[in-house]
């Protein structure tokens, strides 16, 4: 275990349910297994956390750490000033989704954006951004061949040039490979997937105009005004609040599109 590893206190910061003393594979347990001491904290309490102080702790173990791509909110806010100066693992199985800021605002969780300790890249704001400007000169569906070819480009270049000397990756061969007694021992076993078929279905005339009228009520005619009351409200309202509502705003419009289209 890495915790073992490192001197100092350690604060594992996840989600409720790995959380759960009652679950064999819960943080709380995994850390009891090895004999190693940690405190722990949900991701929905990070302001109580900040207003017990975080000063003591050298070690943040931050999982489901995906969560963390997008800068602009204050959930985001908070943990920085979390991380702020402590040794930082994140664990996720998704850091990166096709967008290259993806990645970057995860690793600014512990390296400086224009002064970072990555070899050969001391300014992680101008390499991401290069990136990014590749893809917005295409158009996703127009230039569809060449879009998918820059992002696969993109990947290659984050994984040679940030994620190799940041990452430790484990893919569920590399588990089976050299974790096969650890597994067996746990009765642990990887399902058998089979690989995906595309299963193609079609509108009549009459589910199209359905569909494509609901698509339009949820992408222009709702204000999703009860997702958003402080929006209305006369008084002062702070920018983080302000930004938490409109994030909630556009959060309601894709579930609703996703549950839309299953």
Not at 7 to 13: A, E, T
Not at 63 to 79: G, I, K, Q
Not at 155 to 178: D, N, Q
Not at 227 to 242: N, S, V
């Amino acid at each position: 275990l890495l915790a073992q590893q490192l001197d100092g206190r350690h604060l594992v910061i996840a989600p409720p349910m790995l959380l759960d003393k009652d679950s064999p594979s819960s943080w709380p347990n995994i850390f009891s297994g090895f004999k190693e001491q940690a405190d722990f904290e949900s991701l929905g309490k990070l302001d109580k956390l900040l207003k017990r102080g975080v000063d003591k702790y050298k070690n943040v173990f931050i999982d489901e750490a995906h969560r963390f791509r997008n800068e602009s909110n204050t959930t985001y806010e908070m943990l920085a000033r979390i991380c702020r100066g402590k040794r930082v693992i994140l664990v996720t199985a998704t850091p990166y989704n096709n967008y290259p800021k993806d990645i970057l605002g995860q690793v600014k969780l512990f390296q400086k954006s224009k002064k970072s300790t990555i070899p050969n890249l001391p300014n992680l704001e101008r390499f991401f951004s290069r990136l990014v400007k590749k893809l917005k000169k295409l158009d996703r569906k127009r230039d569809y061949s060449d879009y998918i070819r820059t992002v696969k480009e993109n990947s290659r270049e984050i994984r040679e040039k940030v994620l190799k000397y940041l990452m430790v990756r484990r893919t569920r061969k590399e588990a089976i490979k050299y974790f096969t007694r650890e597994l067996e021992k746990q009765k642990l076993k990887f399902p058998e997937v089979a690989k995906p078929e595309p299963v193609f279905y079609q509108l009549n005339d009459q589910e199209d105009k359905i569909f494509t009228k609901t698509i339009k009520m949820i992408a222009l005619d709702f204000n999703y005004s009860r997702y958003t009351p402080l929006l209305y409200y006369r008084g002062e309202i702070a920018q983080p609040e302000k930004l938490a509502q409109t994030n909630m705003r556009k959060f309601m419009k894709i579930l609703l599109v996703k549950r839309l289209e299953s």
